[in-house]
């Protein structure tokens, strides 16, 4: 248990549906992470939100969508996937951007038929 | 571009000593993480390793050379329980996270 705590664990979808990633943590962070991690390639970083302002967005398709409306809650909103997006979506807190570890959720195993 | 280098998997025996390097270019350096994955877990934090030397923590120690671009993982006495990926991660300057791919380690009895 580290605190950071993601639902659902696993997400089936289809290509049209509409659906959303959460991500909650009580650790009193200030910095939150949504990462992905896909079989044998390094973990993607997607957004950054600091003290709820998003300070990265790291080229990400518009089909995935953050949302962050408190310190202590995340979320990414997904609509209208492709197949490719099938990953693991990780999310991440800690307590600032700057030298400090990250705790991380178990992930939302995701699948895009 | 940014780069962590880090082998795709390693072997040893229960008991054993294994060494896992990761070497890295990135544009400036304000840390190094070593984290570990079990299969479908969260990565949890290992080390942190800012300056140049070794930092032990129980059965696990990092090693960091700043001016060669290179880190090592070293587990000792290995347990079955060890079988996971180590992940590697250097800060930039902008203190973003860059990661490796991480190192499949396997333990055999």
């Known amino acids: 248990e580290t605190g950071v705590t993601q639902t659902p664990r696993h997400l089936v979808m289809g290509m049209t549906n509409k659906k959303s990633l959460k991500c909650e943590q009580h650790?009193?962070?200030?910095?939150m992470y949504w990462y992905k991690q896909s079989a044998k390639k390094p973990l993607e970083l997607m957004f950054v939100y600091n003290f709820k302002e998003q300070t990265e967005n790291n080229s990400v398709p518009s089909r995935f969508s953050p949302e962050c409306p408190n310190s202590s809650h995340l979320f990414l909103h997904l609509h209208t996937l492709q197949p490719e997006d099938s990953a693991l979506y990780l999310c991440?807190?800690?307590?600032?951007?700057?030298?400090?570890?990250?705790?991380f959720g178990q992930g939302t195993r995701l699948t895009v038929v | 571009g940014q780069n962590i280098d880090q082998p795709t998997e390693m072997t040893a025996t229960e008991g054993a000593i294994v060494q896992i390097n990761c070497t890295y270019q990135?544009?400036?350096?304000?840390?190094l993480f070593w984290y570990q994955q079990h299969a479908g877990e969260a990565p949890t934090f290992l080390s942190y390793n800012v300056l140049d030397g070794l930092e032990e923590k129980g059965r696990f120690s990092s090693f960091l050379s700043r001016s060669k671009g290179y880190s090592y993982l070293l587990l000792k006495e290995l347990q079955m329980k060890d079988s996971a990926s180590y992940l590697c991660a250097v800060k930039d300057s902008n203190y973003q996270l860059i990661w490796g791919a991480g190192t499949k380690l396997i333990i055999k009895p």
């Open positions: 990135t544009s400036g350096f304000n840390g």
């Open positions: 650790l009193g962070h200030n910095a």
């Open positions: 991440a807190s800690s307590l600032g951007q700057e030298n400090t570890e990250a705790f």
